[in-house]
């Protein structure tokens, strides 16, 4: 018997090849329908894949997520992994270029799901960004814990206010992204259950179609960064983490779990932070062959035991990601070398340079 039909929105991106992944390999057998802007990606994406999965896999044009009709590609669909989010650091216009997009994305994937007599459950990736206080430190609150019950302050009018300032904006339009999800299912009381997870910076494999030197990832090519000869270490903004595939798997994990509530918000994280300080040393430890490669003056900064950093940045509660979905959070050194290994793999291939 065919598994039940998972709907994954923005399939090309970085995380969502993770979901894919995740959705594939979960023992229920899901079928995944994927949406993309364009079709010129397809070949690239099942090439990934085994002949078995490629047959589990349809995927759909849908222009924008923000405004098409969602009808079509709602089909027979239970579960929906909407991924897909405007991530742009350098927007001209933050009201136009990420809030609204961000905001309408969410709700019309919301409104089509809610006419659908098929769909049971809606997983939303948010972001640390809609939990964090940046006025209180953000990460930088040693003893600090963000629990489910924290909220990013800043509002749609101090974002507008900001103008392009990327970071800032995106921060405020993950929030009110994930803010409109559970109005709605209070105020529209649809027959799907709602989550939305909320990591901080996620690291993993490069997995995602179309991928080259040039437009790698913001994580993925901070990484890389670090083994590009550069003049000067990167600077530590946000010093938590969580790994693609635990992220990943939490979404698709939600689909299996009984009886969820209406709305549910599921911090995730590693268990531990991390610095580029901590970065480089374990790359010199790992790969004495690159240590040729790391940041200008690496030898003078780097540490090698994550203990070091105990105790200096905020920590996030994942009890309900552990207790509810059986997310088992790796490390950073294993996130790392994953991070790393594939990078070093990518970088054989024939296109990733021109
Ligand atoms: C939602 O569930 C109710 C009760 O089972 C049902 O009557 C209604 O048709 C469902 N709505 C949709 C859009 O399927
Ligand atoms: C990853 O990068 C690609 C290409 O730059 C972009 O389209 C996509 O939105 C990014 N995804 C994430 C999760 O950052
Ligand atoms: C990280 O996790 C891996 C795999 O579980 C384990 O082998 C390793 O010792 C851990 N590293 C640290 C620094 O905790
Ligand atoms: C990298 O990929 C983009 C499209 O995703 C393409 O426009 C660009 O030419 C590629 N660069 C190289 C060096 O292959």
Known sequence: ??????????????????????????????????????????????????????????????????????????KDVKYVAHVASPYQLNVEDAERDLLKPAIEGTLNLLRYAAKSSTVERVAVTSSFAAVTDFSKGGPNRPGYTYTAEDWNPSTFDDAVKMGGAGAFSYSVSKKLAEQALYDFVQKEKPNFTAAAFNPPMIYGATLQPGVNASNLNTSSKTVYGLISGAEAMPENRLPLFCNAQDVAQAHVAYFAIPSPPKTRRYLLSGPEPYTWELAVGQIAEDHPELKSRLPKGWESVAITDPSQLEGKYATLDTSLAQKELGIEFKNWSTTLKETLTSLLSLEESSDWKA
Do not use: N
């Open 1 to 74: 018997m065919a598994g039940d039909l998972v709907l994954i929105t923005g399939i090309t991106g970085f995380l969502s090849a993770h979901v894919l992944d995740a959705a594939l390999t979960a023992p229920q057998q899901y079928r995944v329908r994927g949406t993309l802007r364009s079709a010129s990606k397809k070949e690239a994406l099942l090439a990934r894949l085994t002949p078995a999965q490629r047959e589990r896999v349809q995927l759909v044009e849908v222009k924008d997520t923000a405004t098409c009709d969602l009808t079509e590609a709602l």
